[in-house]
C-alpha cells in the first residue's frame, strides 16, 4: 500500500506513495488511471535520471485512500482538492523547517489527465507544468464508452450517490469480472482493464513493466471495485467541477497513434480547449504509451532537472 496516510481536514484517510529523491526541490505529482493507485513509477529508471520528487496520490476508494463518505457524490474536483490540500500542508511544513516548495507539475494518464488538469485550474498558482497521456475527452463531444454502459451510467445520474454507486458496482462486476486480479498471487493479472492491446508489446518490453502494472492493479482493488466504480461516476454522471480554459499550466499532450481508447481525435480536443498545449503523437503506440514516454514526461515537467549520469535504457535494445 501507499507508504504515507494522510489525514485531510475532513477526517479521511489519502494514501500517497513518495518516489524519486525526496530532497528534490523539484515536485511531480502523478495521477494514476481508472483502475489504478499510486504504487507505480511508469519507469524507474528515468525517474532515477532526474532530481525530482514524485508524489502519487490515491483517489478515495482506492489503494490506501478512504472512500468519500456516504451520501457525497464522487468528483474529478473532489480528488484535486485532496491532493492540493497535502501540496499546501506540505509548503507549511517544509516553509517552518527553512524550505520552500516552489510551484510543482502534474501528470496524469489516462482517467488521471482529467485530475491533473483539475489540479491546474483550480489551484492554478500551485501547478505550472501539465503532461496528459492519453485521456479520453468527454464521451459526448468524442465518443468511445461503450453505448450500453453509457446508457447505464445515464440512468444512474439521478439517483442519489450511494444507490448510484452500489449499482454500478454490479454492473461493473458483471461486465469486469474475470478481469479483476485473482487472490492467489502466483496468478497472473489481466492487463485489458488498463486499455493493453497488441500494439502495447513493446512497453510491456520495458524492464519490470508487467509486474509494475499487476501489482498496480492489485492495489487498486485492495477495498474491492466500489473505488473504480465510484471513480468512472465522477466523469461519467458529473459535472467535472472545473473549466479547461482556466488551465494556464504549459501543457503537453502525448497520445498514441494505435490506442484503441483515445487517439489523435481526443488529442485535437483538448488541444482546442487548452490555452497553452501542444500535441506530440507516438506513431504505433498503445494506451500504455506512459511507460515508453515517460522520460519524455519528465524533461517536460522537470526540464531542468536532468541528473549528469548517464543512465541506461530499460527498454529491450538500443532506442527502444
Known amino acids: 500500500m501507499a507508504n504515507i496516510q494522510y489525514e485531510l481536514l ?21 495521477c494514476h488511471p481508472a483502475p489504478g493507485s499510486s504504487r507505480f513509477d511508469p519507469d524507474p529508471i528515468a525517474s532515477a535520471s532526474r532530481d525530482v520528487h514524485i508524489l502519487a496520490f490515491d483517489r478515495p476508494g482506492y489503494g490506501a485512500s478512504d472512500p468519500l463518505p456516504a451520501g457525497k457524490w464522487p468528483s474529478i474536483a473532489q480528488a484535486a482538492d485532496d491532493m492540493a490540500e497535502y501540496l499546501h500542508a506540505a ?43 492519453a485521456t479520453p475527452a468527454p464521451d459526448g463531444e468524442v465518443q468511445w464508452i461503450d453505448r450500453g454502459l453509457a446508457a447505464s451510467t445515464a440512468r444512474l ?15 461493473l462486476l458483471r461486465r469486469i469480472g474475470p478481469l479483476l486480479p485473482p ?9 485489458e482493464l488498463l486499455g493493453a492491446t497488441d500494439v502495447d508489446a513493446r512497453a510491456l518490453a520495458y524492464l519490470g513493466a508487467r509486474d509494475r502494472l499487476s501489482f ?23 459535472d467535472w467541477g ?7 499550466a504549459k501543457t503537453l499532450l502525448l497520445y498514441g497513434g494505435a490506442d484503441a481508447v483515445a487517439g ?19 506513431p504505433g503506440a498503445g494506451h500504455l504509451l506512459i511507460i ?17 549520469t548517464e543512465v541506461t535504457s530499460p527498454g529491450v535494445g538500443a532506442g527502444s
Do not use: C
Request: net charge negative; charged share 20%; aromatic share 6%.
Open 216 to 238: 498496480m492493479l492489485r492495489d487498486a482493488f485492495l477495498q474491492g471495485p466500489r473505488g473504480l466504480a465510484a471513480d468512472i461516476l465522477s466523469y461519467t454522471v458529473r
Open 292 to 308: 515508453p514516454l515517460w522520460d519524455r514526461v519528465l524533461a517536460h515537467l522537470a526540464p531542468g532537472a536532468k541528473l549528469q
Open 242 to 248: 472545473f473549466d479547461l480554459d482556466r488551465v494556464a
Open 264 to 282: 489523435h481525435a481526443h488529442a485535437a480536443w483538448y488541444h482546442d480547449h487548452l490555452p497553452d498545449s501542444r500535441i506530440e503523437m507516438s
Open 157 to 171: 445520474g439521478a439517483l442519489a450517490p450511494d444507490d448510484a454507486i452500489e449499482q454500478f458496482t454490479d454492473i
Open 10 to 30: 475532513s477526517g479521511r484517510s489519502l494514501g500517497i506513495t513518495g518516489m524519486g529523491n525526496p530532497k528534490a526541490t523539484r515536485v511531480i505529482v502523478f
Open 91 to 133: 509548503a507549511v511544513t517544509a516553509q517552518d523547517l527553512g524550505g520552500d516548495i516552489p510551484a510543482v507539475g502534474a501528470v496524469g494518464w489516462s482517467a488521471g489527465g482529467r485530475v491533473a488538469l483539475a489540479l491546474a485550474a483550480r489551484h492554478p498558482g500551485l501547478v505550472d507544468r501539465v503532461a496528459v497521456l
Open 183 to 191: 487472490d492467489d498471487p502466483e496468478e497472473p493479472v489481466s492487463l
